[in-house]
């Protein structure tokens, strides 16, 4: 039978005061249960460990040799909780996250800016997913959690509104358009727009934009991603609607970005895996990318 982490802690209190009495005074606890713990390592153990003289304990050989052995374990299980507390209140170690392009390239920085503000010792592995790569990623573990534009619907991931951001239309700077305070969906009859796969969730926003203001666009580009929406737009070719944060990324000398009168918006979801255990750092993680969201709209 081995002993307990209370026995021992109540054996090397004896040891050092040299009573009962100390020993107890020391732990805080009453005499009559250290002389019980004494005598049950005693038993445990099979050996006496101190000779009683006087109200005075004297430890017997085989006890100095039980200390040093339990000396060493201790320092060995102080260092381990020492560094287990210092992971635990995230001031060090390591955070891997995974993000769609969309929002991996302002607004997952940001977020991730602040919090190595509060923690400056934590490193940062940030994974940018395509939609195909964002289940695998999760359910096989390899980050603590993902970001992205899209619930997922799996047993085995949890998904969580952190935010929701208008869409914005990004417009060529040198175009009439650019002057106006907001776009109507009718307005954009009769220009060049960028549009997404059908599917997708830029797709579904700007296909809604135009199908409420009655248009059909003469001349469309596709983009998969938003930041080549975004590119496309830059050089000229078109009006690209986006989601605010990958908008914040847009050169601003060269396209403008205008609200639209059309109440479509994009819901920025943080998912996990529900076998994984959620540790502070993802935690810490969640609260500055909600502050961030919270702040695009200024940043417009």
């Not at 005074?25 to 005499?31: E, F, N, P, S, V």
């Not at 249960?33 to 009683?52: G, H, M, N, Q």
């Not at 977020?111 to 190595?116: G, K, R």
């Not at 359910?139 to 935010?163: D, K, M, N, W, Y």
Request: glycine letters at 8%; charged letters at 20%.
């Amino acid at each position: 039978m081995l002993l307990t982490l209370r026995q021992i802690e109540v054996f090397r209190a004896v040891m050092r005061a040299r009573t009962i009495v100390g020993a107890a005074r020391d732990l805080g606890i009453a005499q009559p249960t250290v002389t019980k713990t004494v005598r049950r390592i005693e038993d445990i153990c099979a050996f006496a460990l101190f000779d009683r003289h006087g109200g005075r304990l004297t430890p017997t050989a085989e006890a100095h040799r039980l200390l040093g052995e339990v000396d060493i374990a201790f320092d060995q299980l102080e260092g381990a909780l020492a560094r287990a507390l210092r992971l635990a209140r995230a001031d060090t170690g390591s955070l891997r996250l995974g993000a769609s392009p969309s929002i991996g390239r302002v607004l997952i920085p940001r977020a991730a800016a602040s919090l190595l503000n509060d923690h400056p010792g934590l490193s940062l592995h940030l994974d940018i997913l395509s939609v195909s790569q964002v289940m695998e990623y999760l359910l096989s573990a390899q980050g603590e959690g993902a970001v992205t534009l899209f619930p997922i619907l799996h047993a085995g991931i949890r998904s969580i509104s952190v935010g929701t951001g208008k869409a914005v239309a990004v417009c060529p700077r040198d175009w009439p358009l650019a002057s106006a305070k907001r776009l109507s969906p009718s307005a954009l009859a009769g220009i060049p727009i960028i549009v997404f796969e059908p599917q997708s969730v830029h797709g579904q926003v700007v296909d809604a934009v135009l199908r409420d203001g009655g248009v059909v666009p003469e001349r469309t580009h596709v983009a998969r991603f938003a930041e080549t929406a975004i590119a496309l737009a830059e050089a000229g070719l078109g009006l690209a609607i986006v989601d605010r944060f990958s908008a914040l990324a847009a050169n601003r000398d060269v396209v403008a970005l205008l609200p639209l009168d059309h109440p479509a918006q994009y819901e920025v979801f943080l998912h996990r895996n529900v076998e994984r255990a959620r540790s502070r750092l993802i935690q810490h993680f969640e609260t500055a990318l909600r502050a961030e969201i919270s702040k695009v709209g200024a940043d417009l």
